[in-house]
């Protein structure tokens, strides 16, 4: 079965400490990772798709990387206005669970000034 | 462009009410997938819509029924409410179904059920 975790489930950072976000993944036919951030009370807000392993992708402060096994977000120098829930998911093959999206439990990521 | 929009945003019901929540996607998406949330659980896949049909189903008990329109905006109900359906429910749409794609989320309707 397809399965999700993320590491570790909150993180507590000093702002400009830069660290990263683990998602471990198992799924039959990979058709994209998705990473997310949700604040309090909000929808999950589209960050980055990865497709395939050696991949990875830039915004401000976040890069995301995938590997066959797993994906990292890495938070450089963060601020406190990126502590957030972020949520990993992943789209198996169509003919695996129909291609349903799958999301881990999430980190709850908090800078402090 | 506007996003995701559901109504309403908050809602108190009773056990063995129903309800129905509704989502109107991004102008031009015709998938639309509604998803639960609860701190215990985390998200969990509810179904999917595309052009009024619905393309895969989670592992929810047949009390949680949806569906979509012509405008692709959808509706999800829930019949006789029970304390564990409290949760955020989410709705989000893609352009297109059944291949690989980005889903974009709406704020959410948080339901509590007294």
């Known amino acids: 079965e397809d399965q999700v975790t993320q590491s570790p489930e909150a993180l507590r950072l000093q702002e400009g400490e830069s660290s990263s976000l683990n998602c471990s993944y198992t799924v039959s036919g990979l058709r994209g990772l998705f990473w997310y951030r949700q604040d309090p009370g909000k929808g999950p807000e589209f960050l980055f798709t990865?497709?395939?392993a050696g991949e990875e992708k830039e915004k401000e402060r976040l890069k995301a990387t995938l590997t066959k096994k797993e994906s990292f977000l890495h938070i450089t120098a963060p601020k406190p206005e990126d502590s957030a829930t972020y949520l990993c998911a992943v789209r198996g093959s169509i003919y695996n669970q129909g291609g349903k999206l799958i999301f881990g439990q999430g980190t709850e990521l908090s800078v402090k000034p | 462009k506007a996003g995701v929009t559901q109504t309403p945003r908050y809602l108190i019901k009773t056990r063995g009410q129903q309800v129905t929540l509704s989502c109107s996607p991004i102008s031009g998406h015709r998938s639309v997938s509604w998803y639960q949330q609860t701190p215990g659980q985390g998200l969990q896949f509810l179904f999917e819509?595309?052009?009024?049909?619905?393309?895969n189903k989670g592992n929810f008990p047949g009390r949680f029924s949806g569906r979509q329109f012509s405008n692709s905006r959808s509706e999800m109900n829930v019949s006789t409410l029970e304390l564990g359906d409290s949760a955020l429910y989410l709705c989000a749409s893609s352009g297109l179904a059944g291949i690989s794609y980005e889903q974009y989320f709406g704020p959410g309707t948080r339901l509590t059920v007294t």
């Open positions: 819509y595309f052009s009024e049909t619905q393309r």
């Open positions: 990865l497709y395939s």
